[in-house]
């Protein structure tokens, strides 16, 4: 196909299309306003006729009537009029309309039962029509028959022909300026492909390998546009290829960084648990006889109980300290929620009672359970409320609440389901906003020497990732912050084999 005949074909057969389209949209528009308009103009003339019958017919002036008629029947889009009686009976008509079918006798008897006016469209000798019957009545409001006044509607017809016949000329215009356009720019089309080659060759050559040159037509062009995009796509997959490549070495330098901080950490917590294991062995040793000999002391019996607890809360937490490194699997239970938050906070009662924190726990009723570790979240909501507490040194407010049917921040990048939020929200110094992107990362913390490992959050971090869950924290320094734990209301999780534990309980 030669490229004039190509370049006329794709511009004329648009420009007909959206020329026939305007077209038929504005004799649709025109033939609504002429008929909306002819419309009016005939109630108006039903109006007058409907008076000046009304008057005739009361003085018994028929002869008048009959005048009116046929003055009425003259107008050029008047087809004629039809006067009845309160009966029904035709009185008079104008001249032309013997042979024409009454009116339906229906509607007639509506508009004399109802005295209201009617309008319908019938066809008459083939012209459309449009029939319009007024009731009439004397001054009391007696009725006195009924006048019919048609009304043609032919012209409408007329005048679509002659807007049919001026698009199809204006569209013959238009076709014949497009061809003789598209004929005098046919010539210098050779020069366009070559301009358009060599501007995709410059984008290449600057790096863009992403340029192509439309393969769309069947000549030498095209040939040419055809190899210089094989050219392309095969630098872009190489370049792809070793992008690739960089990447996958940067992600094994970062594993490989990770499992020498995971093995670090592994034998630091192995020491650790070395170390401490024996004197949490006397001490409990210790607690426990006391605990003998002080039986029936409800006080002392009370705090040596505490005293206990807190050392295998100690074992507990040195363990996890091993899990962290070995990634131990979690022993999931449905799990209550607010009864693990409750016992948090009857651990943490004197404390908080000394360092002057008032805690508003926002716990509602029928909280549904969550497949957990009752012992890990327990892990992972004492060390939230032990930072709590540690932001606020001259007391505080700590408001733990919960809600299910959470959803993930847009801005984590989370699995859409549902989730059960659990926040708390303290009024202490906050976190500064350089630190909020390192509170997860191990041994990161901004206590003074000696008051914190770093571990908390990491530990805690973990957990919940491992339950499937994640945390969101928002702080700003000197206005307190806000942890949210979101934990999945739904079977689906991420870890196979903390599943597979799961199942095996």
Known sequence: ????????????????????????????????????????????????????????????????????????????????????????????????????????????????????????????????????????????????????????????????????????????????????????????????????????????????????????????????????????????????????????????????RNAERLASIGRLAAGLAHEIGTPLNVIGGRAETLLRKLSGNEIAEKGLRIIASQIDRIARTVRGMLDFARLREPRLTPTDVGAVIRKVLDLLEQRMEEGGVRVRPELPAGLPAVVADADQLHQVFLNLATNALDAMPRGGTLAISARHGARPPTDKGEAERTYLAIAFRDSGTGIAPEHLNHVFDPFFSTKDVGKGTGLGLSISYGIVREHGGFIDVESEAGRGACVSVYLPLTEARPSASAAAAAASS
């Open 1 to 256: 196909m030669k490229i004039g005949t190509r370049l006329f074909l794709s511009l004329a057969l648009p420009l007909i299309a959206i020329v026939l389209l305007f077209g038929y949209l504005n004799r649709q528009r025109s033939r609504a306003l002429l008929q909306e308009e002819l419309t009016r103009e005939g109630r108006a003339i039903a109006r007058v006729a409907q008076m000046a019958m009304e008057d005739y017919v009361r003085d018994g002036q028929i002869g008048d009537a009959r005048e009116l008629v046929q003055k009425l029947t003259g107008y050029e889009r008047v087809l004629g009029l039809r006067l009845f009686d309160r009966q029904g009976a035709l009185l008079l008509q104008s001249v032309g309309l013997e042979s024409n079918p009454l009116i339906d006798a229906d509607l007639l008897g509506r508009v004399l039962r109802t005295r209201a006016p009617a309008e319908a469209r019938t066809t008459i000798d083939g012209q459309p029509t449009v029939c319009f019957i007024l009731p009439l009545a004397n001054s009391q409001g007696d009725p006195l028959g009924a006048v019919q006044v048609l009304q043609l509607e032919s012209f409408i017809t007329e005048t679509d022909r002659a807007s049919q016949v001026y698009a199809e000329a204006l569209t013959a215009a238009m076709v014949a300026a497009t061809a003789i356009i598209i004929f005098l720019v046919a010539r210098y089309s050779v020069g366009r492909p070559v301009e358009e080659l060599v501007r995709r060759l410059r984008l290449a050559g600057s790096g863009d390998l992403g340029a192509r040159v439309p393969e769309i037509r069947r000549d030498e062009f095209g040939r040419l546009a055809e190899e210089f995009n094989i050219m392309c796509e095969r630098l872009e997959a190489s370049q792809s290829s070793l992008l690739a490549e960089q990447e996958e070495r940067r992600r094994a330098e970062a594993r490989l």
